[in-house]
């Protein structure tokens, strides 16, 4: 009996696909830009009301807003 290394997906080596992460404005399909999720998280209007203005999902806004996505751009409170 042998004992085999365990299988590495090609997605989990260096160089593979996920070696490169985009983030923000320079993920290729990126609807917002840093400055509009500022612009968002700084804004009292509602997230439906930017979601229409965009042309983007309510939750897409949403999760901007509370930090879900677009953790690398600060908060108000951490800025």
Known sequence: MR???PHQPGHLRRGGQLDIVRRG????CARLTE???RQIRSSNKSDSAWARELG???TTVRSARLGITWKHVPMKEDQ
């Not at 404005?25 to 290729?28: G, S, Y």
């Open 25 to 28: 404005d320079d993920a290729k």
């Open 35 to 37: 400055e509009l999720v």
């Open 56 to 58: 983007v999902a309510n």
């Open 3 to 5: 004992w085999r290394e």
